[in-house]
T-cell receptor, first 115, second 114 residues
């Protein structure tokens, strides 16, 4: 099925552990991004990419790394997990970075708990 | 910096009531505007979008939104809500010719009483 695929759906980490959240899209979208969703905070942009080999920081980038070696994949790495990173993470992609009214396609989310 | 304000954090309505959720943004130039819906336990889905033309936009499931440029608003409306409309609704804006990042409002949680 075409769309944005995120794995895993659920994850529990201990403080200090590292892990990678996977995101893949098969729509040949140039633009991909990672958001975290916390109660009462809406969606906050962590990192984004406008194409393979190009990434940039969003609103809350600290503690996270990204890379974009292919158009399809945009993994998010937690370097040393902290309880403050407990959240629901969404990956999103779009045909064009400059919006152009296409809107964004979201993945189903990863619920991460750091204990 | 651009911002998006959703005035109502939590709205409770009875079935068949009319709905209007407010959204205001702060950017004087050209914008693309969106409403997304997130049903319980699911990811965000595009409800409707505006990028040019008729300022009254019709989306899925009977929703519509009106872009009023002079008021910097893009309010979401539905004449008669259903229990299945219980969800969280997010307004989003892309300020064209700026950094083009999409900015989301903090969301409005809508609860429909059967």
């Amino acid at each position: 099925n075409a769309g944005v695929t995120q794995t895993p759906k659920f994850q529990v980490l201990k403080t200090g552990q590292s892990m990678t959240l996977q995101c893949a899209q098969d729509m040949n979208h140039e633009y991909m991004s990672w958001y975290r969703q916390d109660p009462g905070m809406g969606l906050r942009l962590i990192h984004y990419s406008v194409g393979a080999g190009i990434t940039d920081q969003g609103e809350v980038p600290n503690g996270y790394n990204v890379s974009r070696s292919t158009t399809e994949d945009f993994p998010l790495r937690l370097l040393s997990a902290a309880p403050s990173q407990t959240s629901v993470y969404f990956c999103a992609s779009s045909y064009a970075f400059r919006g152009s009214g296409y809107g964004y396609t979201f993945g189903s989310g990863t619920r991460l708990t750091v204990v | 910096a651009q911002s998006v304000s959703q005035h109502n954090h939590h709205v409770i309505l009875s079935e068949a009531a009319s709905l209007e959720l407010g959204c205001n943004y702060s950017y004087g130039g050209t914008v693309n505007l969106f409403w997304y819906v997130q049903y319980p336990g699911q990811h965000l889905q595009l409800l409707l979008k505006y990028f040019s033309g008729d300022p009254l936009v019709k989306g899925i499931k009977g929703f519509e939104a009106e872009f009023i440029k002079s008021k910097f608003s893009f309010n979401l409306r539905k004449p008669s809500v259903q229990w299945s409309d219980t969800a969280e609704y997010f307004c989003a804006v892309i300020a064209m010719n700026r950094d083009d990042k999409i900015i989301f409002g903090k969301g409005t949680r809508l609860h429909i009483l059967p």
